[in-house]
């Protein structure tokens, strides 16, 4: 019998090719990392971030603009826990991020530390440095001054409340006077527990999470010292815990903030007041399109407090950074920031924005005509600039400490579950 | 390279003592091909493999001895078996052990159980035979993270239909993410759903190569059809159940994207307590963390391959002893 020699031979070929293709797939990827390749027009960008940045109008616009001197892709996170884990994973790994990717202000300090700031280019341009208010400009920066963020908004807090539930629990419900409410942190919880004597089904808060994070953010140093030893046995930090779970059986609804129940309580009449960033009210407008009586008060227990604020950053592994350097810096600009707070309501970090919004004194109609940006701006004046110190693992043991919160929500024994928050931080050295 | 040690094919082997003829081009090229073809037929199975699932695996084994810098690039020095360790010392580990074998058990136990039993309904001469058997199908179709939306916004504590329903009809409400055992059923419950069908055919197809005489014969003998099921269906089906259980081991210590999934916290620890923080969660946010990340999650690997032996050993033991007692 012939053997068809011929076709084995070029199976053989095709599975020597198969080897030699596959090899040289895995050899040659570190390679083609190294160099800056240039962007044509249909060249694309590529961008992530996370909740809701308000950038999708502006990405269109630039895309549909014949002059763009690159096209744009961006890719939507929805919330940010998950994307700091593969932000972290493939900073580590070394590939698989965009060319701009958006890193939550609370973060910032860990990517700013020795070692991970390398993972980050550059972006320092001598020419910007007034462009943001100086706090969230600073944060973005390492010690030895390098920038490797973009500040894209601040995150003042005031306090959103459901006037129609104040005026059924007997309690003011007018701007104005609810500001006595919100005075201190005193007079905030006394209200509370008169609201949920009078509503048996509602609870005064939409979660203990978010009221331990606005009282973490006025404290000073609340996990960490100056020189960032880790110190958790403080009397700031054990303030806001005591206060926090103590109220948790009868102010809070014990639900996790971002997930099912948490949502469901904005259209079931859950809760009555919220710690509110700006870039909260958008949250607010999905999650109860159809409630009417959120409105929005001018003031802040304890004074204020900032939350969140994020930043545009260039990975060093990115293939364009001059490109991206040039679209975190459009994006960051003042009409782009402001186009962000109309779309989502993300107070602007930029100077010239933050004026333009207290001329234009823009109100919302969803939060029954409120001054939105007077508000805003009165609480960012009354942020305190530096609280808290927010050292190299501050997101982490920030994580840990909302789920100590939440173990107690759950019924764990206030005591038992510090004890497994001290081992949890522990472990982190 | 003249000489050649190893025996060739027959048609080439020569009388000793006389001198082999020249062999012609075309007849070395034919000895070369039954002698060479084979291994390269084999070779690029092993090359992939040798990339994809040896060299990781070695090179894991050498990262769980080092320390890794905070979002450094290279591993950083030596640390001997610290992170083994730091590992077995920790107390989340220990219960995401636990919490694995615990939905491991809830899982896999009913799963053959109950495809066992459907797969024995579907055997029996059924109006719509094929209909029914491909919807036993249609839950493995669904993508895993599909079926955990829609059993994490089932089991939600608060707005779930599940707790809707137990209040309705006057019970107390689960706390379906806070109660350990609660969560591990709500989790394996989504297991269930998913592979159930999957083993119900697989147990199925060895139903029917069961002959059907020996139903006849047991019937002749007087057997009830419990009885029949009892001492013939189940004696005959041994061999497909034992791959059943198996895979469905391995699968079991494997459980990720159900927990992952329903977490209801932020930090994915499998809950605020661990309730139901499983192995794999307990490597993948070992690889996420900033400090020493890749050895630490690499030590746990190591440490979950070990128990996964000693499990696979165990199986083996009462495979022998099953099997030993079915030729009896």
């Known amino acids: 019998m012939r053997k068809p020699t011929i076709r084995r031979g070029a199976a053989l070929g095709a599975a020597l090719a198969l080897v030699a293709t596959m090899t040289a797939a895995c050899g040659g990827d570190d390679e083609s990392n190294a160099g800056q390749a240039e962007l044509g027009q249909d060249d694309v960008l590529t961008i992530t971030t996370f909740s809701d940045f308000g950038y999708d109008k502006l990405i269109e616009e630039w895309n549909a603009d014949p002059d763009r001197p690159f096209t744009v892709k961006m890719t939507k996170i929805a919330d940010w826990d998950p994307w700091k884990q593969t932000l972290t994973q493939d900073l580590q790994a070394g590939h698989g991020l965009t060319d701009v990717v958006a890193v939550e202000g609370d973060a910032m300090p860990q990517f700013l530390a020795d070692g991970a700031s390398d993972q980050f280019a550059d972006i320092s341009d001598p020419s910007l440095e007034d462009r943001w208010v100086d706090y969230a400009y600073l944060a973005g920066q390492t010690a030895d001054g390098k920038q490797i963020g973009y500040p894209t908004d601040a995150g003042p807090e005031a306090f959103c409340y459901r006037a129609d539930l104040f005026e059924k629990a007997g309690l003011p419900s007018d701007r104005k006077e609810v500001e006595k409410i919100f005075e201190t942190w005193d007079s905030y919880f006394a209200a509370g527990e008169k609201l949920v004597a009078e509503l048996p089904d509602t609870k005064w808060y939409d979660a203990s999470g978010s009221i331990a994070q606005a009282m973490l953010n006025q404290a000073e140093f609340p996990f960490q010292t100056a020189d960032n030893a880790v110190d958790v046995e403080n009397a700031e930090l054990e303030e806001v815990w005591d206060t926090v779970t103590r109220y948790s059986s009868t102010l809070s609804p014990r639900v996790v903030q971002w997930k099912e129940d948490w949502t469901a309580n904005f259209t079931n009449d859950g809760f009555a007041t919220m710690p509110c960033p700006g870039w909260m009210f958008s949250n607010i407008k999905s999650n109860a399109p159809e409630v009417e009586g959120w409105d929005i008060v001018n003031a802040f227990p304890g004074g204020g407090g900032n939350w969140g604020g994020s930043y545009l950053a260039v990975p060093a592994m990115s293939e364009h950074q001059e490109e991206a350097k040039q679209l975190a810096s459009w994006l960051t600009d003042k009409d782009q920031e402001l186009a962000a707070f109309e779309a989502a309501g993300n107070y602007p970090a930029n100077i010239e924005a933050q004026q333009a919004l207290a001329d234009a004194n823009a109100t919302d109609p969803y939060f029954n005509d409120a001054p939105t940006a007077v508000i805003l701006a009165d609480r960012a004046a009354a942020v305190e600039p530096g609280h808290p110190y927010e050292g190299d693992k501050y997101s982490d043991i920030l994580g840990l400490f909302q789920t100590a919160i939440q173990r107690v929500d759950e019924g764990t024994s206030p005591d038992e579950s510090w004890a497994t928050f001290t081992q949890a931080v522990e472990s982190l050295s | 390279m003249t000489t050649v040690h190893a025996p060739g094919p027959p048609e080439t082997r020569t009388a000793a003592g006389t001198t082999p003829p020249r062999l012609t081009w ?303």
């Open chain 2, 26 to 328: 075309r007849q070395k090229l034919s000895r070369w091909d039954t002698r060479f073809s084979p291994v390269l037929y084999v070779v690029p199975f092993f090359v992939v493999f040798g990339l994809v699932g040896v060299y990781p695996m070695v090179y894991s084994a050498y990262l769980s001895f080092f320390s890794w810098p905070r979002f450094g690039p290279t591993h950083g020095p030596g640390v001997g078996f610290a992170n083994y360790a730091h590992v077995l010392a920790d107390p989340v580990f220990h219960k995401a052990f636990w919490n694995t074998v615990g939905i491991f058990l809830l899982s896999s136990v009913p799963q053959v159980v109950i495809a066992t039993v459907i797969a024995a309904m579907l055997d029996t001469p059924l109006r719509g035979r094929t209909w029914w058997r491909m919807s036993v199908l249609l839950p493995f179709v669904v993508a895993p993270a599909a079926t955990a939306l829609i059993f994490g916004s089932l089991f939600a504590d608060q707005s779930g239909l599940v707790n809707e329903v137990l209040r309705a009809i006057g019970l107390p409400g689960i706390s379906w993410h806070s109660d350990r055992l609660a969560s591990w059923t709500a989790i394996a419950s989504m297991v269930n759903y998913r592979w159930t069908g999957y083993n119900t055919l697989i147990i199925l197809a060895a139903l029917q190569a069961i002959p059907r005489q020996l139903y006849e014969a047991a019937a002749i003998d007087g057997a009830r059809p419990l009885q029949q099921f009892f001492h013939v269906t189940l004696p005959s089906i041994r061999p497909t159940m034992l791959f059943v259980i198996i895979t469905s081991t391995i699968g079991g210590m494997q459980i990720f994207t159900e927990p992952r999934l329903f977490d209801t916290n932020l930090q994915f620890q499998g809950g605020a307590d661990y309730q139901y923080q499983t192995l794999t969660m307990y490597v993948f946010n070992a690889s996420n963390s900033g400090t020493d990340p890749y050895p630490r999650a690499a030590a746990a690997t190591w440490i979950i391959v070990v128990v996964i032996v000693g499990i696979a050993a165990l199986n083996y033991l009462l495979t022998r002893r099953l099997q030993g007692r079915g030729e009896r």
